[in-house]
Nanobody, 123 residues
Framework: QVQLVESGGGSVQAGESLRLSCEVSGLTYSSYCLGWFRQDPGKEREGVAA???????SYADSVKGRFTISKDNSKNTLYLEMNSLKPEDTSMYYCAIVPMVLPILNPDYYNIWGQGTQVTVSS
């Protein structure tokens, strides 16, 4: 079965950068969408960026121009390059996958999730 393991979170100053990684294992289907999401305690999970198996991407308005989603199929790894980080980007970040070829940001569509990695941005 598919498993997702995030890494790369940490604590940075505003304006700095981080790269999150999500290692994907057990993937047996070739048509899918991978997404990055974030969630604060007591709040709904928010879609940040998504990329499908055709390399179509979508981004939340709040991160457009600052974050870049990509994947390396040879390494079975999903990435989220985060630049110009702001304190409001502080959150737990999760990766997820769904067997659909569409870059969906709605977390309700996703059925397999990683355990999350914390990103903290201080001003």
């Amino acid at each position: 079965q598919v498993q997702l393991v995030e890494s790369g979170g940490g604590s940075v100053q505003a304006g700095e950068s981080l790269r999150l990684s999500c290692e994907v294992s057990g993937l047996t289907y070739s048509s899918y969408c991978l997404g990055w999401f974030r969630q604060d305690p007591g709040k709904e999970r928010e879609g940040v960026a998504a990329i499908d198996s055709d390399n179509e991407t979508s981004y939340a308005d709040s991160v457009k121009g600052r974050f870049t989603i990509s994947k390396d199929n040879s390494k079975n790894t999903l990435y989220l390059e985060m630049n110009s980080l702001k304190p409001e980007d502080t959150s737990m970040y999760y990766c997820a996958i769904v067997p659909m070829v569409l870059p969906i940001l709605n977390p309700d569509y996703y059925n397999i999730w990683g355990q999350g990695t914390q990103v903290t941005v201080s001003s």
